[in-house]
């Protein structure tokens, strides 16, 4: 194909983390590049909510593996602690159990033996193994399958690879492996739960992810300054300092396609836009269903397995619980049962596990002084269009068992102390960012939907149309979007040597 020297034209559909650091990185490399996001802000699903001096982070609230943070900054020539002041958490969450047993998880490791002995004698010896195996579950993972791009099946499927996924124990399940290091049911939940975290069920996950429990108790898990969203504004100011222009208020409608080319965006409002290349980042299934003529891949997609959903409460109280932590996990009825629930019976279950996060413990900052926010999410399953599945109802339900939760550890007044609320769930995540199923984490992360086998970061006919983000390779959660987003920035330049194509074939 022949090129001129001019750089080419980069239309991003979406500003989600993984539109903004693909924006960033080619605008660097000199890419002309424009980012059109349907919402009034940037972040998608790592956005932030404001109401009545309240803040809110709506989605994750999370900073893990710093390292590849890091790395995205580094890309743009940056270092991480100009933009972002992390503060690192001891302890990473507090578990409450259904016995009413407390445990405060944390990186110190005299205080995590002198709590995990009295649950299980020898228990710390064990986990000690346990995140030993983790590390090496990570760095393998890392090198391996997350941080690659596969262009072919005998890429990902040969020998070496099956040696690998024996070495990550990718046929064990966790709940079973977890078995192995703890007795007591409640360490087995201490060391399990992770997997929501990739919308999966630890019943179903492979061990593999015992990565996770290692790289938030040994690399760290931290809270930036201003909440998660600071991370999606450093971002933008950086990508803008760089040349990107942001649409916002913008809703994509097709992306317009000439040959095997995609040639640029009708918008909502009725204009469009061309480019050379075109980056989609809205969630995948989406994008395959409603912005592309149908060739059979998003009933394709539509097919493979979706991971959970949440229900959310965004609380703002009139005064301070110190009594919370920053993290706090509630575990209720049972525990197996609670994953059957969501995962099969696509449902919330009773009493549902609950999730709060407290920032303003951690920065004043996040709430009217002497208030509190709290974010509250209480996994459900997804959004089946086939099956009755009453949200409103279920929200309320949701409602109730939180309220009853928090009144046994003795914080019996709440109700009182609301004075802002907002609530989500699976319907608001479908409508608001365009998440097939209201999905929250997006295509699950079982081992047939990962590495090779998950959606790829290029589209198969049209070969300047890119994907990054949570249903593509390689996954969901924020640092990996932002691998995501190496991985398609790479093949762009890779595909363009950084020039212009003068014609269209
Ligand atoms: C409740 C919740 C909790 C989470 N917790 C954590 C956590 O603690 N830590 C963590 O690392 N990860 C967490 N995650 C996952 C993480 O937030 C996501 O994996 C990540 O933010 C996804 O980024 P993305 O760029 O792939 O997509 P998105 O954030 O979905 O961005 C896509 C963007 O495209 C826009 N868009 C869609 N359609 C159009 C259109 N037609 N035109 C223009 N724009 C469009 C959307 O508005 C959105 O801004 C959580 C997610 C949720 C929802």
């Known amino acids: 194909m ?16 993984g539109g903004i650091a693909v924006a960033a990185r080619l605008a660097r490399q000199g890419y002309k590049v424009t980012v059109v996001e349907k919402c009034e802000i940037p972040g998608g699903r790592c956005g932030q909510m404001t109401v009545q001096g309240y803040h809110f982070d709506t989605g994750a609230t999370l900073f893990m593996m710093p390292e590849l943070y890091a790395e995205t900054f580094a890309a743009l020539g940056e270092r991480l602690e100009n933009h972002l002041d992390l503060r690192r958490l001891d302890p990473t969450y507090h578990l409450y159990f259904q016995d009413d047993s407390h445990l405060q998880l944390s990186p110190d490791l005299h205080r995590m033996q002198a709590q995990l002995e009295t649950f299980e004698q020898g228990s710390f010896a064990r986990m000690l193994r346990y995140l030993e195996e983790g590390g090496r579950h990570y760095r393998l993972s890392l090198e391996h399958l997350i941080g690659r791009d596969f262009r072919s099946l005998p890429e990902f499927i040969n020998p070496r690879n099956i040696l690998l996924f024996l070495q990550l124990k990718a046929l064990t399940r966790h709940t079973t492996y977890a078995q192995r290091f703890f007795k007591d049911p409640r360490l087995q939940i201490a060391f399990t739960f992770h997997d929501m975290y990739m919308g999966l069920s630890p019943y179903e996950s492979p061990a593999t992810y015992s990565l996770l429990q290692y790289t938030e108790l040994v690399d760290g898990l931290y809270y930036p300054m201003g909440g998660m969203y600071s991370l999606s504004t450093a971002l ?14 913008a809703p994509v409608e097709k992306i317009l396609l000439n040959g095997k ?13 061309s480019a ?10 989406y994008v395959y269903r409603d912005l592309l003529p ?6 394709r997609i539509d097919r493979r397995e979706y991971g959970c959903s949440t229900v959310m409460f965004y609380w703002g109280l ?18 197996r049962k609670s994953f059957q629930d969501i995962f099969k019976g696509l449902t919330m279950p009773e009493p549902p596990n609950i999730y709060i996060h407290a920032p303003a413990r951690l920065d004043p900052s996040m709430a009217p002084p002497g208030h509190d926010t709290w974010v509250v999410a209480i996994p459900v399953g997804h959004h089946n269009p086939t099956q009755p599945q009453d949200w409103p109802s279920i929200q309320s339900r949701a409602r109730f068992f939180l309220l009853q939760r928090l009144a046994q550890l003795g914080l019996d007044d709440l ?37 090779y086998f998950r959606p790829h970061n290029q589209h198969a006919h049209y070969r300047n149309l890119y994907f990054v983000g949570a249903s593509t390779h390689p996954g969901t959660g924020v640092p ?12 762009v330049l890779a595909d363009t040597g950084g020039n212009r194509p003068e014609t269209s074939p």
């Open 415 to 451: 109700e009182q102390h609301i004075e802002v609320e907002v609530s989500y769930g699976p319907l608001d995540w479908q409508s608001r960012y365009n998440l097939t199923r209201g999905s929250t984490h997006g295509l699950s992360h079982k081992l047939t939907q990962m590495a």
């Open 480 to 491: 990996t979007v932002l691998v995501s987003a190496r991985l398609v920035s790479e093949r």
């Open 276 to 285: 050379d290349i075109v980056v989609a980042n809205a969630d995948l299934g």
């Open 236 to 249: 933008t100011r950086l990508a803008e300092k760089l040349g990107v222009t942001f649409l916002y208020n």
């Open 2 to 17: 022949p090129f001129s020297l001019s750089k080419p034209t980069v239309l991003i559909i979406g500003a989600g983390i």
């Open 261 to 273: 080319r995609a040639i640029g965006l009708a918008l909502a409002d009725g204009r469009v836009l």
């Open 294 to 299: 149908d060739d059979g891949s998003a009933g």
């Open 318 to 335: 009139d005064q301070q619980y110190p009594r919370l932590g920053a993290h706090n996990l509630f575990f209720s009825g049972d525990y």
